[in-house]
């Protein structure tokens, strides 16, 4: 099992398995806070300290709530406000130790514009105009 925290330790995690993929955003928010993200089914992740030592943050749509620490700030995850089944939740990755978090392939996500993945979007392969050239 993997485990993190945030930095002073009033969060814990502890990853229900091995993440072989993460996500890294470019919303709004997720540029902000960074990440890569990683996606477990809502209710498999051990987390110590939430919510007595959290707070949350709600925006736009109103779908999911990004959990912080109290004291540190760390973002450690994001939940859904409404729990149907096989709801997800996404950890940040920063919280965990850096061997481990540079084992997992991130994949870069267009969350800004197109909510698809960078390498499944077709590449521009137009000639440099003559400005570029």
């Given at each position: ?15 229900p398995s091995t ?34 030592n959290t707070a ?78």
């Amino acid at each position: 099992m993997h485990q993190g925290s945030c930095h002073c330790g009033a969060v814990k995690l502890k990853l229900p398995s091995t993440p072989t993929v993460a996500t890294s955003c470019n919303c709004s928010l997720c540029r902000r806070i960074g990440g890569p993200w990683v996606y477990f089914e809502f209710g498999t992740v051990e987390i110590q300290g939430h919510p007595e030592n959290t707070a949350e943050y709600i925006q736009g749509d109103r779908t999911l709530r990004t959990i912080r620490c109290q004291t540190c700030g760390c973002v450690t995850h994001w939940e859904p406000i409404e729990l149907k089944p096989g709801a997800k939740h996404g950890v940040h990755l920063g919280n965990f130790d850096p061997e481990f978090t540079a084992s997992v392939k991130v994949r870069q996500f267009d969350g800004a514009d197109t909510w698809k993945f960078f390498d499944e979007m077709p590449l521009n392969n137009d000639p440099p105009s003559e400005r570029e050239a």
